[in-house]
């Protein structure tokens, strides 16, 4: 299986602030043959299902903030959020969908400093 | 309205049964691989299992195999989770999630508002 990891667990910055939150996969999630990293991000705010962000790594999800951006490569992959707002507080997590089984992230919990 | 409504959750004791239900509307259900994610209280998301549009495939977690089977009636617009022997490892909110894209992707752009499952005596 392919293990995801992602840092910090947790992460406090303030409003306007950027917020990067780091997810590492313990093998390449790139298709060579497509060149697409099969990577997603997802957002959780308390009570509620996860909603899509981000996929291949950094197509924005319809509908989803600017501040919202996604890059990496390989193994190495990190979600940005530009200038953080109050509705930003949440869990993230990061997906692979490379192979079965799909694989998550321990998440993040992103909150106001 | 596209949106997707679990139900069927509910207190079971160790060792018992559950079938969960997933109702699909606004969306050609048969379109799309759909996919059962669990989130254990204060926890984090863990992929259950997976099954085709047309229903002839299916995939599980190591930890449900052979415990739980993943079916769908599209004429219904329905999925079921049926699980058996639980433990209270099983003890989670389980989602009912769609795929992105028609065929198969692996990320979900619809879930639904989950249903707990609690495995307790």
């Known amino acids: 299986d392919i293990v995801m990891t992602q840092s910090p667990d947790s992460l406090a910055v303030s409003l306007g602030e950027r917020a990067t939150i780091n997810c590492k996969s313990s093998?390449?999630?790139?298709?060579?043959?497509?060149?697409?990293?099969?990577l997603t991000w997802y957002q959780q705010k308390p009570g509620q299902p996860p909603k899509l962000l981000i996929y291949w790594a950094s197509t924005r999800e319809s509908g989803v903030p600017d501040r919202f951006s996604g890059s990496g490569s390989g193994t190495d992959f990190t979600l940005t959020i530009s200038s953080l707002q109050a509705e930003d507080v949440a869990v993230y997590y990061c997906?692979?969908?490379?192979?079965?089984?799909?694989?998550f992230g321990q998440g993040t919990k992103l909150e106001i400093k | 309205e596209v949106q997707l409504l679990e139900s069927g959750g509910g207190l079971v004791q160790p060792g018992g049964s559950l079938r969960l239900s997933c109702a699909a509307s606004g969306f050609t259900l048969s379109s799309y691989a759909m996919s059962w994610v669990r989130q254990a209280p204060g926890k984090g998301l863990e992929w259950v299992s997976a099954?085709?549009?047309?229903?002839?495939?299916?995939y599980y977690a190591d930890s449900v195999k052979g415990r739980f089977t993943f079916s769908r009636d599209n004429s219904k617009d329905t999925l079921f989770l049926q699980m058996n022997s639980l433990s209270a490892d099983d003890t989670a909110v389980y989602y009912c999630?769609?795929?992105?894209?028609?065929?198969?992707?692996?990320?979900?752009?619809?879930w639904g508002q989950g249903t707990l499952v609690t495995v307790s005596s």
């Open positions: 099954i085709s549009g047309s229903g002839d495939t299916t």
């Open positions: 093998q390449s999630v790139l298709y060579s043959s497509n060149n697409l990293n099969y």
């Open positions: 999630a769609k795929d992105a894209a028609a065929g198969a992707t692996g990320y979900f752009d619809l």
């Open positions: 997906q692979q969908y490379y192979n079965l089984p799909y694989t």
